[in-house]
């Protein structure tokens, strides 16, 4: 039976190719034919970033991570200061003295892809200013609507697309920002969803899309945050992803962490199962940030760094790192490396909790391939004995069942019924179980 569980895995790790699959211009549903992997700068560096710093964080990646299918290196807020001559986000000169193209193609040149930040709507700043729509007899003014906030921030009006103009102002947004080489944009405050105002943007995530397919480059459109399940087959349907949860930092509330885990971890244990029927090829249920690599300063335990490398990895979440690649930690570093980890993410199917009745969970996926990715979950606060039944996962309970621990790449042996282990307190164990023949 080792043999077997051995060749089945490595069956499964051979198909999960650990870089994304190749794109196609226009093609959506390849663009993310797999959950992203990369780096994005808001979680550690905020709006410290600039030219020189994003290009050693790209430098990190291509050395260190980009061998495990890490590719994406994203700015996030902070990068634009000023509007251009047309209404659009340009860059603040001091932090990026060449402008956004060199850094992208700085990226590109380690084999890596580069993303930017938006918000949706046209600027207040722009309407107030009456600026020009490029290539268009047209004007800010003639395309915003005044009386409707264009996003959950508050700092944009909403784009009248019944109105000439309107879809050439996000073409040529679209277009500038594929010229510069863009590779995926994060477009926040999206509503129905989280933010400070309510906004409804799902008819510009439909322009967004068309327009960043007329380009003919393949861009990753992600969404944030805390979108609106109630338009979960909207986002689906024209954008690669969207964040299921408000952010996971916890700023002021731990000064001097990224994040933690009573505040702001554990809380997508409680969201996720809803979003799971959603999740597929071409558009991902993103758990935002991936609070791992910098040691303590990540804000949780060791334990629990494990427990959200297994739930992000177990719900096929982008794998986008809030760390500062520059300041690695060896174990850390060792938790976002491991193969049979990130072949879980991968493969793309998430799983989904047997129950929630109790904070001893056990989560599970079938792996397309016979068996069953499952996830022991202890998120109480102290050790506790958790217990995988083979029942619940579809295998008859008198069935030997063949389980190996993906952390450890180590083939536990078979079991009869089903599989238990004590956990420690808010820990996981994250294993492979194949019923015998």
Same mark, same amino acid.
Request: with cysteine; hydrophobic share 40%; proline share 6%.
């Given at each position: ?286 758990? &935002? ?6 040691? =303590? %300063?990540?804000? $949780? #335990?060791?334990? !629990?760094?494990?427990? +959200? ?14 760390? &500062? ?6 174990? =850390? %570093?060792?938790? $976002? #490396?491991?193969? !049979?980890?990130?072949? +879980? ?27 069953? #990715? ?64």
């Amino acid at each position: 039976m080792k043999g077997l569980m051995a060749a089945a895995l490595t069956v499964a790790l051979a198909g999960t190719a650990l870089t994304a699959a190749p794109a196609q211009a226009g093609g959506r549903h390849v663009i993310a034919a797999r959950p992203p992997m990369g780096w994005s700068s808001w979680s550690s560096l905020r709006g410290s970033i600039s030219e020189t710093a994003i290009e050693a964080q790209a430098d990190v990646m291509h050395s260190k991570l980009q061998r495990y299918g890490y590719q994406y290196v994203n700015v996030d807020a902070g990068w634009s200061d000023h509007l251009d001559a047309y209404g659009r986000d340009a860059w603040n000169t001091t932090k990026f003295p060449n402008g956004i193209a060199p850094v992208a193609r700085y990226v590109h040149q380690r084999g890596l892809k580069f993303g930017i930040y938006l918000v949706p709507g046209i600027p207040k700043t722009a309407v107030d200013a009456n600026l020009p729509i490029y290539g268009t007899p047209y004007h800010a003014a003639d395309i915003a609507d005044t009386t409707t906030l264009g996003n959950t921030l508050g700092d944009s009006w909403r784009i009248d697309y019944t109105k000439p103009g309107a879809r050439e102002y996000v073409q040529s947004y679209a277009d500038l920002f594929a010229s510069w080489g863009v590779d995926y944009i994060k477009m926040d405050f999206v509503g129905p969803g989280g933010g400070h105002n309510p906004a409804d943007n799902t008819e510009d995530i439909r322009q967004w899309r068309a327009a960043l397919d007329r380009t003919h480059r393949p861009i990753h459109l992600e969404l944030s945050n805390s979108l609106s399940i109630a338009a979960a087959p909207v986002w689906a349907r024209h954008t690669n992803g969207w964040r299921i949860e408000g952010d996971i930092e916890c700023y002021k509330n731990c000064p001097g962490f990224l994040t933690n885990w009573t505040q702001r971890a554990v809380k997508r244990w409680t969201d996720a199962p809803q979003w799971v029927p959603y999740a597929g090829p071409g558009h991902w249920n993103d758990m &935002d940030s991936v609070e791992i690599g910098n040691g =303590d %300063l990540d804000g $949780l #335990t060791p334990d !629990e760094r494990v427990s +959200v490398m297994t739930l992000w990895s177990l719900q096929a979440s982008p794998l986008l790192l809030g760390t &500062d690649l520059t300041k690695l930690d060896p174990y =850390d %570093l060792g938790l $976002l #490396t491991n193969r !049979e980890v990130i072949a +879980v993410d991968q493969a793309g199917r998430p799983g989904h909790p047997v129950s929630q009745a109790t904070p001893q969970q056990v989560w599970f996926a079938a792996d397309g391939w016979g068996g069953y #990715t499952v996830a022991l979950f202890n998120l109480a606060d102290a050790p506790a004995t958790v217990t995988a039944a083979w029942s619940d996962l579809g295998i008859a309970p008198a069935r030997q069942a063949a389980v190996r621990d993906l952390w450890t790449h180590t083939d536990l042996g078979s079991f009869a019924a089903g599989f238990g282990a004590t956990v420690p307190a808010h820990g996981a164990r994250l294993l492979h179980v194949q019923a015998c023949h």
